[in-house]
């Protein structure tokens, strides 16, 4: 019988009868302290329970014969296993398997009486499966030094999901931002910024989990923790996440940190990247056909600067360990001076200060536990943008400053109750948040836009003043069954995953009132000169009429908010899946699997505004046509359902009511009606009954079937080229569908879909309907071909090539373009993350210390348009198909040779020295450099906002529009000093 326990237990310890007893007892036990866990730590809630262990298994067989060795003795040994070596004996077919180890490298040694034994040495990733074949030579058991193998690194028949892992040590070889949200750019298929978009979902569908926390903002489905990059220990970045055990519509980061050993470790580092150590030459501004029209000013200022300290080690040798984090970070950052207003805008500040504790405990063989605290204070200031983004559009006082993070702990528990009964629980708490207000604090005077210039002056804009906090709990126990006999091999694995979401948040605007000016009325009289710094004339209720003998005035609207409104929304979900890997022969893997999921959520009347449950089925295989573990043929199916979200419950809400009012020329009063937007009006969640009523338990609330999913598809073939060293093809394809809109049923538009006629009930104003929209879908496709491994101890290599196609209507969730149903025809077409083609390459070599690292990323442009403001009701309209401006040629988005942003190409290197062999010290010398052929092309900014989504330029509302804001940072070299012990 295949046994799994640390070396201090017998494998013939206890007669089977009773330790079937022992068994029961234990598994009792452990239901009854799953439920005591949550009540202690005050969690409640997971949305995506995260892989933190690899399994290694194998068969040890006679060399020669292959005749399989029943009960020969498998110990392994590695820094990574708190309380000691674990043993196996291999079963009647010479099987072995242990199925939860910590990722890591380990030392295998083979025992068989009267045998000399063997040794092999291997690592293992986070989430991989591990399978090797051992040959015990008859050379009889003598006392000499034994030579440890490295075995060498086999597919991965498990594994069907799509994706990478990324290790601390191949990361320290690289140049690159060390922030885990940016190294996800180092895989095929991905693109966009710090919230990346991978294989075709949005920047919000993605899972961020931290030791099986999920850590996804349950408000906006983006990241929501930063910490110290050193204190990871290796990435598992998912672009299809097909195991039935995740639910994500986009991919999954699943992140695990490094926990100490009985060895102490120290690992210190500090990295200086300042402007004066760059070419600069970033000055000027660029129209979107590249031209440059000024290289004179001055440099904007770039710089960061970064202190880590990590310690590691035993408070009880193979009983308590501890690894403690801490990561001071400061970093300025500028818009490249340029239109409206060509003056150099103050730096973006940032202060940030990561700190995170670990804690490793085994109080018996049987038993592992991990728990960790995390907390991430930040501080910005001069933000130009409420949602981040950096534009010459702002003035300075019209900044913002944001102070934001939070803390989160995490505890796991791992329960061996017995070799083929396995129990896991993840579960944590985290609250994080921000509070956002005007750069000068003043809260009193109003904000003045421009429509003519574009110009934000005078004081941050609406919605500015934020207090917003947001909690999740998280409960996840989950049990694994590995039944081996009958038909091949099971491996089941079944779960339950529980969540709870809060969110306070109190917004406001500075003075509740904010001018809409426009300087392009009376025949341009009142018009800025471009190349001016002037900044625009402002609207005076008192004196409209600012130039002498003029009619001219700016005044054009004015807007009324409500006084800041406090508010709490709440949310839950459960889902529950199974899933079993399936191996009728050693060849052939099925993995079928499902998973469902309920979700809802109220909003702050307690009204509900959404009730969604969906079923996801899995189903993947793979091949080993050679039937040596070289070459691989896999595909997998599966279907991924979002229902637990406080997006929906946060716009459908009674949100400060705004009343916009027109200026009149002739009464000189804004006495003019234009549209109202939130209140308790603004949203509509009722739906029409069978018996033609209309009710709330007919709209929103009743349960939905259909709530926003992705089905996806794979298919890859995968071969050894050479020894660790692996060449794949891969197939992908993702459609999601029934995405949340925003869709507007209270106005009448004009037939051309441009304009707004007028409002059914002029009382209410705009009325938006949020629901899942049959209509409203993306649909990816590509195609990688990769090759990846370490062709040798030194060399790490790997190398990529992506062709892609995006198409669909959405751009994001719940974008202000979609709320014209009969026109929504014009807005199909190639999407703003429709990057044709990436290449996506690093590799590393060391030798006697030196070690010279490159990294590369070239991806072809995006599709760019252009949206025309119309004036009379100020909405964002299309008038022709997408891509197509009014009044000139055609851009039909439809089309290959549509309008583009420019081709991006970016390469880093890195050169570090480690004088170990010098000084018998770990102080390594690093040299980063980035940019190396100093490009510089438009990249896309950090923005989050669909109506000003656009690649690295002005809005696309914007009389700017086509200003890059943005561009390649420029060459540019950082030095780094890393003492580790």
């Not at 003795?73 to 070596?85: E, H, K, M, T």
């Not at 950052?333 to 804690?359: C, F, M, W």
Request: net charge neutral; charged share 20%.
């Amino acid at each position: 019988m295949n046994r799994s326990a640390p070396l201090p237990i017998s494998s013939r310890a206890f007669h089977p009868g009773l330790r079937r007893f022992l068994t029961l007892r234990h598994l009792a036990m452990t239901v009854a302290l799953g439920g005591l866990v949550p009540l202690c730590a005050m969690p409640k809630a997971a949305w995506a329970v995260g892989e933190q262990n690899a399994r290694l298994r194998g068969t040890i067989v006679e060399a020669g014969t292959d005749v399989p060795m029943q009960g020969a003795v498998v110990i392994i040994r590695g820094d990574a296993l708190i309380g000691g070596p674990k043993r196996a004996v291999a079963d009647d077919e010479g099987h072995f398997d242990f199925p939860l180890l910590p990722p890591g490298k380990y030392t295998i040694t083979v025992e068989y009486e009267g045998l000399k034994p063997t040794q092999r040495r291997v690592s293992l990733d986070l989430g991989q499966t591990q399978n090797i074949k051992i040959p015990l030579s008859a050379e009889l058991a003598q006392a000499e030094t034994q030579t440890i193998i490295e075995e060498r690194r086999r597919l991965d028949a498990d594994r069907l999901s799509t994706g990478k892992v990324l290790t601390a040590d191949s990361q320290a070889k690289l140049a690159t931002p060390r922030r885990y949200q940016d190294v996800v750019q180092q895989l095929p298929g991905v693109t966009g910024s710090s919230n990346p978009v991978m294989a075709g979902a949005t920047q919000r569908h993605n899972r961020y989990l931290v030791d099986g926390m999920d850590i996804t903002d349950p408000v906006e489905g983006t990241f929501s923790a930063n910490f110290n990059f050193d204190a990871i220990g290796q990435m598992d970045l998912l672009l299809l996440a097909v195991d039935a055990q995740y639910n994500s519509l986009g991919g999954v980061i699943n992140l695990m940190t490094k926990s100490g050993s009985d060895k102490l470790s120290v690992d210190a580092s500090f990295y200086v990247n300042n402007q004066a150590l760059s070419l600069g030459s970033r000055s000027g501004n660029q129209l979107y056909e590249g031209r440059l029209l000024d290289q004179r000013g001055p440099v904007p200022p770039v710089a960061s600067y970064q202190a880590n300290v990590n310690i590691g080690g035993p408070i009880v040798k193979q009983k308590l360990w501890l690894y403690f984090s801490t990561e001071y970070r400061y970093r300025i950052n500028s818009v490249i001076s340029g239109a409206p207003l060509n003056v150099q805008h103050e730096p973006l500040e940032r202060h940030d200060l990561y700190t995170r504790l670990k804690l490793t405990w085994s109080p018996s063989s049987r038993h592992r536990v991990n728990l960790s605290l995390n907390a991430d204070p930040t501080w910005l200031t001069n933000i130009r943008n409420i949602d981040g983004s950096q534009t010459n559009a702002y003035t300075s006082e019209a900044d913002y400053f944001q102070n934001q993070g939070g803390a989160f702990g995490i505890l796991t528990w791992d329960y061996f109750a017995s070799d083929t009964l396995l129990f896991g629980l993840q579960t944590g708490v985290q609250w994080f948040g921000f509070t956002t207000g005007p750069q000068l604090g003043d809260l009193v005077s109003p904000t003045h836009i421009d429509n003519g210039s574009t110009i934000t002056w005078n004081n941050s804009d609406a919605a500015s003043v934020i207090s917003d906090g947001r909690l999740r709990f998280q409960f996840d126990p989950t049990v694994t069954w590995i039944k081996r006999g009958g038909i091949g091999t099971h491996t089941v694995k079944a779960g339950a995953q529980v969540q709870f979401l809060r969110n306070y948040a109190s917004t406001g605007t500075p003075g509740n009132l904010i001018y809409t000016d426009d300087t392009s009325q009376g025949g341009g009289v009142l018009s800025r000169d471009p190349n001016s710094t002037e900044r625009p004339l402002g609207c005076v209720e008192a004196a409209p009429q600012p130039r002498m003998g003029s009619t001219a005035t700016p005044c054009f609207q004015r807007a009324l908010y409500e006084p800041t409104r406090a508010q709490v929304r709440i949310g839950w979900a459960m889902g529950a899946f199974i899933q079993d890997t399936w191996k009728p022969t050693s060849w052939l893997t099925l993995v079928p699997g499902l998973r469902v999921d309920y979700g809802t959520a109220q909003n702050s009347l307690g009204q509900t505004t959404q009730n969604l449950l969906g079923f996801g089925p899995r189903i993947g295989a793979s091949v080993d046509l050679t039937r040596d573990g070289k070459t691989m043929v896999k595909f997998a199916y599966g279907r991924a359902n979002e229902v637990a979200s406080l997006r929906s419950a946060g716009l459908a809400d009674v949100n400060p009511l705004s009343t916009t009012w027109n200026y009149n020329q002739a009464s000189g009063r804004f006495d003019r009606f234009f549209s109202s937007d939130g209140g308790g009006g603004g949203y509509e969640l009722a739906g029409r009954c069978a018996d033609g009523t209309i009710r709330s338990e007919c709209g929103n609330a009743k349960l939905s079937l259909r709530p926003p999913h992705s089905d996806f598809v794979t298919a890859s073939f995968e071969r050894e080229l050479y020894a660790n060293v692996v060449g794949s093809v891969t197939y992908t394809y993702r459609r999601l569908e029934d995405l949340w809109e925003d869709i507007e049923v209270n106005a009448y538009r004009t037939l051309d879909g441009g304009n707004i006629a007028g409002f059914a009930d002029p009382n209410r104003g705009n009325v938006r309907v949020y629901r899942p929209t049959g209509e409203a879908f993306r649909r990816y496709q590509a195609m990688d071909i990769a090759i990846a491994g370490n062709p040798s101890p030194a060399w790490s290599v790997f190398v990529a090539y992506t062709l892609s196609f995006l198409d669909g209507t959405l751009d994001d969730q719940i974008s202000i373009l979609r709320n014209d149903m009969p026109r929504d025809l014009r807005l199909y077409g190639y999407l703003l993350d429709d990057h044709r083609h990436q290449v996506k390459a690093n590799a590393s070599y060391t030798f006697h210390g030196l070690t010279a690292g490159v990294n590369l990323a070239y991806i072809t442009g995006a599709p760019t348009t252009r949206l025309y403001t119309t004036t009379a009701f100020g909405y964002n309209g299309r008038y022709g198909w997408r891509g197509t401006d009014p009044g000139s040629d055609p851009n039909d988005i439809r089309k290959w040779t549509e309008l583009r942003s420019s081709d991006v190409l970016d390469l880093s290197v890195r050169a570090q020295y480690d004088t170990y062999e010098l000084i018998r010290q770990h102080l390594t010398l690093i040299v980063d450099i980035f940019n190396v052929l100093d490009l510089s092309s438009a990249t896309r900014t950090n923005t989050t906002s669909a109506s000003t989504y656009q690649p690295a330029f002005e809005a696309r509302n914007s009389a700017a529009y086509g200003a890059v804001t943005s561009r390649q940072v420029p060459f540019r070299v950082q030095f780094g000093l890393r003492y580790q012990y």
